[in-house]
């Protein structure tokens, strides 16, 4: 047995001996990523696919079908924060046959299908009109999922009390629904007109002030949106900015139809509309002297003291930071003296400006002009003078400037402004129906191009063939000079004595060294 193994293990190892050290790392390294892959392949192939049996789910609900599927004996895994539960891919059609005929997921809501099975002649009237409030709420909250858009909905309605006598006036019902929206969803206008119709329809006396719709954001879906106004706003504000175009577009055309002739003319117009309506409180406040930065004086106080006598202050008077009262140095207060003290108080008043500023909009901030004129002939660009082009310039430029808005440009607009927002092209108009005089009757250009491809197309076939017969003749004329040589094989050499001695010596030297060695110098010696 172990005469076996080695002969087994003993060609691995001269094998693994013989190779080089990249060869070696080659070979593990295919060995290890062959065992990756093996153990990956298996990996993947032997795991379940779990898909989505049910999503959007309560946490009741999930917590009653995995139970369920727990007690089959069916591996689930739930995901989404416990709102989806998934089992292998192979059984969902089957599953959700099962648990369907179960009653499985249960909402724990009740609707119309629970009066026909539960129905008894013990039920109270209060007990009958809770119910049938809740088989409601329930039935307008399956509609409402049914929307795109929208995950979940809970409705809460409330009803009027009825009263005792059929004269009394009936009360109106009110709705509150929550929705649970999709992330990113915008719901258009008439979606949201088309939820309050739904719910105003499907309870009696509902009208739609007294719905209220919101989502899971507290984000208000109202008939009047912000989203209707906003819609509203914008179309107003480009019928606004289209009918300044087409008043300027429609002058410019008539003066250079008058100038050129109306079918010599195309006219675009590109306008740039200010529609910000801006209220401005300014309070200025400015020096009456401007050039002394000084205000003019409503009231003056001079007040004088003067004493003289004993026991006077001397020194410089010092007021205190932060206070009227004026103090004296002094170095002991007696002996005689006198003081003087003059205060001056002087009160400015400015100019006080208060401007309450109402801009209106509908301010053109920008301006741009592009005007095509085919010139008197209309394929000589040169017969419409470079003057008269330079009086259209002109023309444009003075609208331009006389209608933006001066506010935006700080009351200047350079030429080379103007430049940017005029342009002028001059060429000839192709979409006009033009008579044209008819044209002699001549060759198509077509003809020439395809019959000068045919011309090249057989030259060329004839080139290859002259070239394909002067390469066999050289061919033949090479086979005819060289002629072949036989060579005798040298495996067919007769074995001769001297030959199988020869051998014999030459396997003698190979394999045993010290022998031939040893023969050699017997030979030697006897000669």
């Known amino acids: 047995m172990k005469e076996n193994i080695q002969k087994f293990l003993n060609p691995l190892k001269e094998y693994w001996v013989k190779r080089s050290n990249t ?14 892959i093996i153990a990956g392949a298996s990996y993947f192939f032997s795991r379940e696919n779990l898909v989505p049996l049910y999503s959007n789910l309560s946490p009741s609900e999930t917590g009653s079908i995995k139970e369920n599927l727990d007690s089959k004996g069916i591996s689930s895994e739930i995901s989404d924060g416990g709102k989806t539960i998934s089992v292998p891919e192979e059984s969902v059609d089957t599953l959700k046959v099962e648990l369907a005929a179960e009653g499985i997921p249960k909402s724990g809501s009740i609707d119309y299908s629970f009066f026909s099975q539960n129905a008894s002649f013990g039920m109270t009237d209060n007990e009958f009109n809770v119910l049938k409030l809740d088989a409601m709420q329930t ?24 009263g005792v006598f059929v004269s009394d006036n009936k009360g109106e019902a009110s709705a509150s629904i929550v929705l649970n929206t999709k992330a990113g969803y915008t719901f258009s206008q008439n979606q949201i007109k088309g939820l309050y119709t739904l719910v105003s329809k499907s309870v009696p006396n509902l009208p739609t002030d007294n719905i209220v719709i919101t989502n899971q954001n507290f984000e208000y879906f109202d008939l009047n949106s912000e989203t209707n106004s906003a819609n509203d706003t914008f179309v107003s504000q480009n019928n606004v900015k289209k009918q300044i175009e087409r008043d300027i577009q429609r002058q410019v055309q008539s003066m250079l139809g008058t100038l050129m002739g109306q079918d010599k003319v195309m006219v675009s117009v590109t306008a740039d509309v200010d529609f910000t309506q801006e209220n401005r409180e300014e309070n200025i406040v400015t020096p009456v002297d401007e050039e002394n930065m000084q205000g003019i004086a409503v009231s003056a106080q001079k007040i004088t003291e003067t004493y003289t006598g004993e026991n006077a202050a001397q020194g410089v008077p010092q007021a205190e930071e ?12 007696s002996g005689n003296g006198d003081y003087e003290k003059i205060e001056d108080t002087v009160n400015y008043d400015v100019n006080r400006i208060k401007k309450q500023i109402v801009e209106s909009p509908y301010k053109i901030r920008d301006l741009g002009i592009q005007v095509m004129v085919e010139p008197p002939v209309a394929d000589d660009a040169s017969s419409l003078p470079q003057a008269r082009i330079d009086d259209m310039t002109n023309l444009l430029g003075t609208i331009v400037r006389t209608t933006i808005d001066k506010s935006t440009t700080n009351g200047q607009i350079t030429n080379a402004d103007l430049n940017n927002k005029i342009a002028v092209s001059v060429q000839q108009f192709n979409g006009k129906a033009v008579a044209s005089a008819p044209k002699a009757t001549a060759i198509p250009w077509w003809i020439y191009v395809i019959g000068g491809v045919l011309l090249a197309v057989i030259a060329l076939l004839i080139f290859l063939m002259i070239r394909t017969r002067k390469k066999k003749e050289v061919e033949k004329e090479i086979e005819e000079i060289i002629q072949p040589v036989s060579i005798p094989d040298v495996n067919d050499e007769k074995d001769s004595d001297g030959t199988v001695r020869r051998k014999q010596l030459e396997k003698m030297a190979k394999e045993k060294p010290e022998d031939f060695a040893k023969l050699l110098r017997t030979w030697i010696t006897e000669d």
Do not use: M
Request: aromatic fraction near 2%; glycine fraction near 6%; charged fraction near 20%.
């Open 139 to 162: 039935e307008i909250a399956n509609l409402i999922k049914g929307i795109d858009g929208i995950n979940d909905a809970n409705v809460i309605i409330t009803l009027p009390k009825e």
């Open 322 to 333: 932060n206070t009227d009262t004026t103090t004296y140095n002094s170095s002991d207060g």
């Open 23 to 36: 060869q070696k790392t080659l070979l593990i390294s295919s060995i290890l990523l062959l065992v990756l």
